[in-house]
T-cell receptor, first 115, second 115 residues
Framework: EAQVTQNPRYLITVTGKKLTVTCSQN?????MSWYRQDPGLGLRQIYY???????DKGDVPEGYKVSRKEKRNFPLILESPSPNQTSLYFC??????????????FGNGTRLTVT | AQSVTQPDIHITVSEGASLELRCNYS??????LFWYVQSPGQGLQLLLK??????LVQGIKGFEAEFKRSQSSFNLRKPSVHWSDAAEYFC?????????????FGTGTRLKVLA
């Protein structure tokens, strides 16, 4: 089954403790992206990647890191999480980036709480 | 700068009534436009997409959307709402600009359906 898989679904951590949220897709998509969803703010893009070893900042990249060493994986790293990073995070992928035949496919989300 | 506006945060309709969710975009070129639906606790699912051609596009679950260039709008409609349509709906633009490749989302409209 074609899918985007994120882990974990729920994560509670403390301020400053490094964490990684994994994302994997099995559709051979070139484009992958991370979003955070906050009430009243919709989805905001954190980082995206057009292909292996090609990443770029989205609209809210501060406090996050990403890497794209393999086409299928795009982990999100929080080196020193803070409470304002408490949010619902989504990973998404598309065949080739923004175009008509390249809509985003989403994972089921990771709810992160930083205390 | 590119942006997407969904003016209605919440909409309540009765089951069987018609529905229209508004979306306005700001983008210099012809946009790639998408509507997504998010059911509680789930990721986002694509309802429909548009780039060019017939300005009325059909999607899944009986939804349709109309592109109006003069109004920079891409409103989502459904003739008769079912209780299972209760969810949050997001309009999005696929934007390529100055070497950046982004999908920009609106803040969402939460739909409540009355029995």
């Amino acid at each position: 089954e074609a899918q985007v898989t994120q882990n974990p679904r729920y994560l509670i951590t403390v301020t400053g403790k490094k964490l990684t949220v994994t994302c994997s897709q099995n559709m051979n998509h070139e484009y992958m992206s991370w979003y955070r969803q906050d009430p009243g703010l919709g989805l905001r893009q954190i980082y995206y990647s057009m292909n292996v070893e090609v990443t770029d900042k989205g609209d809210v990249p501060e406090g996050y890191k990403v890497s794209r060493k393999e086409k299928r994986n795009f982990p999100l790293i929080l080196e020193s999480p803070s409470p304002n990073q408490t949010s619902l995070y989504f990973c998404a992928s598309s065949p080739s980036g923004p175009s008509y035949n390249s809509p985003l496919h989403f994972g089921n989300g990771t709810r992160l709480t930083v205390t | 700068a590119q942006s997407v506006t969904q003016p209605d945060i919440h909409i309540t309709v009765s089951e069987g009534a018609s529905l229209e969710l508004r979306c306005n975009y700001s983008y210099g070129a012809t946009p790639y436009l998408f509507w997504y639906v998010q059911s509680p606790g789930q990721g986002l699912q694509l309802l429909l997409k548009y780039f060019s051609g017939d300005t009325l596009v059909q999607g899944i679950k009986g939804f349709e959307a109309e592109f109006k260039r003069s109004q920079s709008s891409f409103n989502l409609r459904k003739p008769s709402v079912h209780w299972s349509d209760a969810a949050e709906y997001f309009c999005a633009v696929g934007a390529i600009n100055s070497g950046t490749y982004k999908y920009i989302f609106g803040t969402g409209t939460r739909l409540k359906v009355l029995a």
